[in-house]
């Protein structure tokens, strides 16, 4: 890997608390010039119809722009600033993240649990090596959700996001913060519940090596060592003893252990209680802890998509592997719509990488959905876009995908595109249409379907194809198929004319 110094940023926007990283790669390394926390407890600010409060919303908005600060002089293709659970349940989760991405300067991305947990991996897999190449465990307990994931190497082999977390578990169990013999069992009784889905499946596999991550854990690791409940390596029985302890103070008030930040107190009792279910239903004896989480592992993942090892390209070519999509059809479709993109990319305001890979990506998958039936297959294609696991990719990403490949035929429906955020959606718009015509000019299948040259023009809402004079009067198939598409395009409010 080559030397660089180039500024990355990474913002896990956590339920519990803020982090942001700014760092240095060198020779594939992390140095890590920055860090910045603030415990926001946006998780704690759910209502009971899961809306933000007006009170956490201006706590995270806060931080952001202290955030946004330090992030001024960084381009935004060097920041990567993630969502998680609480953003992932919000219903509110559209309208903050326009004043948020405001305050921070940069775009937020809301990220799926499995694509949470993949990251996490990857952070954990650089800061802790394993010389013998075997599987490993690592659990990371956030404030919303536990990711739990399975892994050899750098790659993930099982990955489950568990629905419970220190904020939402700390409110359930431990209301008022009394803390009592009975809630704690009551707390670990639900951790255990969570994790039936892979008390059999995990072990069946088997680890040699448990790994925690999060500030939770590392809490906890802290409070065992500096209170002389355990040594280095967390164990169920150490937890045990702690447990007690919690007991006997009886309120989380009341909380002063030795090695623990007081701001993590209210939450301490809850991701105690998860970390002792975790241990009890897979059978784990010890856990060692990894300083790097999700923030890191999220620069890693920026660094590689500057290195063009981007994770997002390789889950598009397993899925044009998997769905045994025709590759060269799909790298056709793509040449011909990058060759329009790039005629029009500077009166469409589409002059991005970003655009243009995702485009590509578009590309390659419009036909994935004719592995269930040619009938609908942009129906099939979309539907199998929107609900699988695609790592590397946001739920934007798989959003403006997902409008793609179900636009790329038939009726042209605009609307489909509107709750992609801010300029994505006029954008995806276009870039719909480029997908309909390119894909028309490739209907014969073969590297001369059409004209090498071929002059795409725009004024919205006029828009115009020319082809080399004569060549359409030899080419009746394509002049019928530009004629429908014509009917799609006037249906959506676009006056599409070819000659």
């Known amino acids: 890997m080559s030397t660089s110094t180039d500024t990355l940023a990474a913002i896990d926007l956590g339920s519990n608390s803020f982090h942001m990283i700014i760092a240095r790669v060198v020779d594939g390394q992390l140095q890590i010039v920055d860090r910045l926390k603030d415990m926001v407890r946006l998780g704690g600010g759910l209502d009971a119809e899961n ?120 409110q359930k169990y431990f ?39 999060s500030g939770t854990i590392k809490s906890i690791q802290a409070v065992l060592i500096e209170e002389k409940l355990g040594t280095l390596g967390i164990t169920l029985e150490a937890m045990h003893r702690l447990k007690e302890r919690l007991i006997g103070v009886g309120n989380v008030n009341q909380l002063n252990l030795a090695g623990m930040n007081p701001e993590r107190a209210p939450v301490f009792a809850g991701g105690l209680a998860i970390l002792i279910g975790v241990f009890e239903s897979l059978g784990i004896q010890q856990m060692q802890v990894s300083d ?81 039936s040619h009938s609908r297959y942009h129906k099939h294609g979309s539907y199998i876009v929107e609900n699988s696991d695609m790592p590397g990719f946001s739920k934007k990403d798989q959003q403006l995908l997902w409008s793609l490949v179900r636009s790329h035929r038939r009726r042209f429906k605009p609307h489909r595109f509107a709750n992609l955020p801010g300029d994505l959606s006029r954008q995806a718009l276009y870039m719909a249409i480029i997908l309909r015509l390119a894909v028309v000019l490739n209907r014969g299948r073969t590297a001369n379907s059409h004209p090498a040259q071929i002059n795409f023009e725009v004024e919205l809402p006029k828009l115009r194809l020319t082809f080399p004079e004569g060549w359409l009067e030899s080419a009746p198939l394509m002049r019928e198929d530009l004629t429908q598409e014509q009917l799609y395009l006037r249906d959506a409010g676009f006056k599409f004319k070819f000659k």
């Open 51 to 170: 809306n933000l409060s007006d009170e956490s919303q201006q706590r995270a908005l806060t931080a952001l722009s202290m955030f946004g600060e330090r992030l001024k002089d960084i381009p935004s293709s060097s920041v990567r600033a993630l969502g998680t659970n609480t953003l992932r349940k919000a219903r509110n989760s559209k309208d903050f993240l326009k004043k948020a991405e405001q305050a921070l300067g940069h775009p937020i991305e809301i990220i799926s649990g499995q694509e949470e947990g993949r990251i996490v991996y990857l952070g954990v897999a650089h800061n802790i090596f394993d010389h013998t190449n075997s599987n490993r465990i690592v659990v990371d307990i956030g404030g919303g959700s536990t990711e739990a994931i399975l892994g050899k190497g750098f790659d993930v082999i099982a990955c489950e996001s568990l629905y419970m977390g220190c904020v939402s578990f700390s």
């Open 175 to 213: 209301k008022n913060g009394s803390i009592t013999t009975k809630r704690f069992e009551q707390a670990i009784l639900g951790a255990r519940q969570e994790l039936r889905a892979i008390e059999n499946t995990y072990p069946a596999i088997g680890w040699t090596q448990a790994i925690g991550s």
């Open 292 to 372: 790097f989480a999700l923030r890191e592992g999220a620069i890693y993942d920026l660094y590689g998509r500057t290195q063009d090892m981007d994770v997002r390209d390789v889950t598009i070519n397993n899925m044009v592997r998997r769905y045994n999509v025709d590759e060269a059809h799909a790298r056709r479709v793509w040449e011909t719509a990058k060759e329009l993109l790039g005629q029009v990319k500077q009166e469409l305001l589409m002059d991005s990488s970003y655009i243009e890979a995702m485009l590509r990506r578009a590309c390659m998958l419009h036909e994935v959905g004719l592995a269930i």
